[in-house]
């Protein structure tokens, strides 16, 4: 008979579980609907590349402890290298849509898609790819490994959670706030689910997710800044 896992182990996948879930719903009203309904329009051609890797990767996020769980360790080791490649396609498509989209906007002189929506974007792909490669660096200390890999994920969901609260009653231009709240709150859920499944604080989810929103809150007012606004300007300029 099989050991079976402990909760701890199980709740990586209960997490990858819930990040796919939000993923799924932040771009259904914007992106599945408008699709099916025939009213979608792309304002860039890599959008549906990126949101393709992105999936991809949120998937991976449910299938890798997945196969932890189920004792296939191996395959998960083998799939890392997919993780890896697809976590570089996330970046890269990523920085190239924040890019088109922010000239699509700047034309339209829409200040808030053009400078300060493209900013908190780039923020929170650097964050992404920080934590995944420090979760490559550390991908033999499963403990820190998985940690990273989620502080990664649930930067990224600042997009579908921007989606979601944009489409509250009375939201507005608040969304992109009540975005950076949502992922603030899924950290600090995380830290604390962490503390009672693992009986203690572990350095990866509490440091780490003390580090993400401390570079958050420093960064946030270059997006307001006259330096941000002259850069996010030349760089429309550029791709347009």
């Not at 290298?81 to 890019?99: E, I, N, P, R, W």
């Not at 608040?174 to 962490?194: E, P």
Request: with cysteine.
């Amino acid at each position: 008979m099989k050991k079976r896992r402990p909760v701890r182990t199980r709740g990586f996948l209960y997490w990858g579980i819930a990040c796919l879930l939000i993923a799924v719903l932040g771009l259904v009203p914007g992106y599945f609907m408008p699709i099916i309904r025939g009213t979608y329009k792309d304002l860039t051609p890599l959008m549906p590349l990126h949101t393709l890797s992105v999936t991809i990767w949120m998937l991976l996020v449910v299938t890798q402890p997945a196969l932890v769980v189920s004792d296939n360790v191996r395959q998960h080791k083998r799939n890392g290298v997919v993780g890896a490649v697809v976590a570089f396609a996330v970046v890269v498509t990523g920085l190239v849509v924040q890019l088109e989209v922010m000239a699509y906007y700047a034309a339209l002189g829409d200040v808030g898609n053009a400078v300060l929506t493209p900013f908190f974007r780039f923020v929170t792909l650097l964050v992404f790819a920080f934590a995944v490669w420090a979760a490559l660096i550390y991908r033999h200390h499963s403990d820190w490994h998985k940690r990273l890999v989620l502080l990664g994920t649930f930067a990224i969901l600042e997009a579908p959670l921007g989606r979601l609260a944009g489409h509250l009653p009375g939201a507005g231009d608040d969304s992109g706030l009540l975005a950076a709240v949502g992922h603030t709150l899924l950290m600090a859920a995380f830290v604390i689910w962490d503390r009672l499944a693992n009986g203690r604080f572990h350095p990866a989810s509490l440091w780490g997710s003390v580090t993400i929103v401390l570079i958050n809150f420093a960064t946030a007012p270059l997006a307001y800044s006259q330096w941000w606004e002259d850069d996010a300007a030349a760089l429309a300029k550029a791709v347009a």
